[in-house]
């Protein structure tokens, strides 16, 4: 038996048995208000830690470790937002959402502490764990009060969200990292995540069914276990023990065996993390590809583009910040004109197709960076990745939440943001090894044969920043070009994975948005759908 709480959002009705509780336009501004304020804290903190980690790891003479700060961050998040979006459904959104809050300050805080790099990483995964929680409950909740048909729209409101935090953040963490130092773009998501508590817990109503439960710790543990076994050999045993090392293969055998093992666990529970079912429609299974490939390239990439901003053009953090803003107008002048159309036509398709072209083009033009690239061609080349990023961003999801029955809406949006988290962490610790290991293949054949001695102290100067800079030449250029040129090898790997992300656009079936006036899809319709629309295309 199910009791429906009457708790509402000003002053709408509680859902009935029979159908969706769409929220009218002014009820639905008084939920956003709240989500958007969440939602900033988390894409502040994203974009306003990358301009900082060249000083970050250079103060704790790490740049081997560079991933793993990005790493964790995406690793705990990418774990635990399955287990977000379940409990939300059965507890309801804003507990939820406040916990994701308050779990995100706690992280904030310790990261602003840290003493080393082992300590910074660890509290970042802290940090990941709440930001899990506040991108996919954000948009469960999205899904829960606006139908799909009309999300286009609202979506850009949430685009202007991650454009305010994408242009402030890299710029706010330059500022910071110049002027206080590093420590306090952690402190100052203090203020914003207060402010944001406030607002969620004044205006963040929403109606909840409540309903019988079990919660599956047991997969939320197996499929975090799968995650950090799989990152531990990509991030650290293939670079530091070799690949073909037993401690290596062994973790991947590993993952693979807890990876089949959570299948399994999901099949038989009462209540899984990630219903199996989800997959049995093909635009669902088809854009939980799609957005865990581009997560590979868009993360696994973007953390690569400071670094080559302070260390090859010797721009301050501030200034990388700025020169980071045409990546930012690309992603904001792409995601709103695509949600408004999206909402006028009810087609969405030809969006992730673009999308997954343009961001290869975009990763091909930058591996074709030197020493020498003028400015101007780094920024076209990031308008174009940002334009890329910013068609599929928030597309993806409304097209895979109207797909799935109405009681799986948390589930579906977090598993959509599983993959898209999994895809970047995967991304980030793959293109940090290839960033390792291409940049002593690379220093091996810049350095004459008489200096070869010296391949070991240019790359571990690599580790800092200040280090690269204080070096005399020729070995300053050496250590420059060796970089710049692993870094071509980081861009070109993300191509294999963009183009089956651009099968999956191109093969996965459409299956128009539906309206406000539409009723509720009965479980099973979207695989139906799904295959229909796959044989008309």
């Known amino acids: 038996m199910s009791t429906t709480e009457p708790a509402t959002a000003g002053g709408a009705s509680a859902p009935s048995d029979g159908g969706p509780n769409y929220l009218s336009h002014k009820q639905i501004l008084v939920v956003l208000g709240g989500l958007m304020a969440g939602m900033f804290l988390a894409a502040l903190d994203q974009s306003i830690v990358g301009t900082a980690l060249p000083r970050i790891v250079s103060d704790f003479n790490s740049l081997d470790k560079l991933s793993w700060v990005v790493t964790a961050y995406l690793l705990t998040s990418t774990a635990s937002t399955p287990l977000w979006g379940k409990i939300s459904d059965l507890y309801g959104r804003r507990p939820l959402f406040i916990a994701a809050i308050v779990t995100f300050l706690a992280g904030s805080v310790l990261a602003a502490l840290s003493q080393n790099i082992e300590m910074l990483i660890g509290f970042r995964a802290v940090q990941g764990l709440g930001a899990g929680g506040l991108m996919s409950l954000a948009f469960a909740t999205i899904g829960d009060v606006i139908p799909p048909r009309e999300r286009g729209k609202y979506m850009g409101y949430f685009g202007a969200v991650f454009g305010l935090s994408s242009v402030a953040g890299p710029l706010l963490g330059g500022l910071l990292t110049d002027g206080p130092g590093w420590r306090w773009i952690f402190w100052i998501n203090l203020p914003i995540g207060l402010v944001a508590l406030g607002i969620v817990g004044a205006v963040l109503r929403l109606p909840h069914v409540k309903r019988s439960h079990k919660i599956d710790y047991l997969g939320a543990a197996v499929v975090t276990a799968?995650?950090?076994?799989?990152?531990?050999?990509?991030?650290?045993?293939?670079?530091?023990?070799?690949?073909?090392?037993?401690?290596?293969?062994?973790?991947?055998?590993?993952?693979?065996?807890?990876?089949?093992?959570?299948?399994?666990?999901?099949?038989?529970?009462?209540?899984?993390?990630?219903?199996?079912?989800?997959?049995?429609?093909?635009?669902?299974?088809?854009?939980?590809?799609?957005?865990?490939?581009?997560?590979?390239?868009?993360?696994?990439?973007?953390?690569?583009?400071?670094?080559?901003?302070?260390?090859?053009?010797?721009?301050?953090?501030?200034?990388?910040?700025?020169?980071?803003?045409?990546?930012?107008?690309?992603?904001?002048?792409?995601?709103?004109?695509?949600?408004?159309?999206?909402?006028?036509?009810?087609?969405?398709?030809?969006?992730?197709?673009?999308?997954?072209?343009?961001?290869?083009?975009?990763?091909?033009?930058?591996?074709?960076?030197?020493?020498?690239?003028?400015?101007?061609?780094?920024?076209?080349?990031?308008?174009?990745?940002?334009?890329?990023?910013?068609?599929?961003?928030?597309?993806?999801?409304?097209?895979?939440?109207?797909?799935?029955?109405?009681?799986?809406?948390?589930?579906?949006?977090?598993?959509?943001?599983?993959?898209?988290?999994?895809?970047?962490?995967?991304?980030?610790?793959?293109?940090?090894?290839?960033?390792?290991?291409?940049?002593?293949?690379?220093?091996?054949?810049?350095?004459?044969?008489?200096?070869?001695?010296?391949?070991?102290?240019?790359?571990?100067?690599?580790?800092?920043?200040?280090?690269?800079?204080?070096?005399?030449?020729?070995?300053?250029?050496?250590?420059?070009?060796?970089?710049?040129?692993?870094?071509?090898?980081?861009?070109?790997?993300?191509?294999?994975?963009?183009?089956?992300?651009?099968?999956?656009?191109?093969?996965?079936?459409?299956?128009?948005?539906?309206?406000?006036?539409?009723?509720?899809?009965?479980?099973?319709?979207?695989?139906?759908?799904?295959?229909?629309?796959?044989?008309?295309?």
């Open 226 to 537: 799968a995650v950090t076994t799989l990152l531990l050999a990509i991030s650290w045993s293939g670079p530091t023990n070799g690949w073909g090392t037993g401690t290596t293969i062994g973790l991947l055998v590993a993952a693979v065996v807890l990876a089949v093992a959570f299948v399994f666990i999901e099949l038989r529970v009462a209540e899984p993390i990630v219903p199996m079912d989800l997959f049995k429609g093909r635009i669902f299974s088809g854009y939980a590809g799609f957005a865990f490939l581009l997560g590979v390239a868009m993360f696994g990439a973007l953390i690569f583009l400071p670094l080559y901003l302070q260390a090859v053009k010797d721009l301050s953090p501030t200034r990388s910040g700025l020169a980071l803003l045409p990546m930012i107008v690309g992603i904001f002048s792409a995601s709103i004109p695509s949600g408004q159309l999206m909402s006028r036509t009810g087609r969405y398709k030809i969006y992730p197709i673009i999308s997954a072209i343009l961001v290869s083009g975009a990763m091909l033009l930058l591996s074709t960076l030197s020493l020498t690239t003028p400015y101007w061609h780094l920024a076209i080349y990031m308008f174009i990745m940002g334009s890329g990023l910013g068609l599929s961003m928030q597309i993806t999801v409304t097209a895979a939440q109207n797909s799935v029955p109405r009681q799986h809406m948390g589930t579906a949006t977090s598993t959509m943001t599983f993959f898209r988290s999994m895809g970047g962490a995967i991304g980030t610790a793959v293109f940090g090894a290839v960033l390792t290991s291409r940049l002593k293949v690379h220093l091996g054949d810049l350095v004459p044969q008489a200096a070869q001695g010296m391949v070991g102290k240019l790359a571990e100067a690599a580790n800092s920043v200040q280090a690269l800079h204080m070096l005399k030449e020729p070995m300053k250029g050496w250590a420059l070009h060796g970089l710049v040129d692993a870094m071509g090898d980081v861009f070109l790997v993300s191509l294999p994975f963009l183009a089956i992300a651009l099968v999956l656009a191109i093969i996965t079936p459409e299956q128009k948005l539906a309206g406000r006036n539409d009723g509720p899809k009965p479980a099973g319709e979207e695989s139906l759908e799904a295959s229909a629309a796959g044989a008309m295309h």
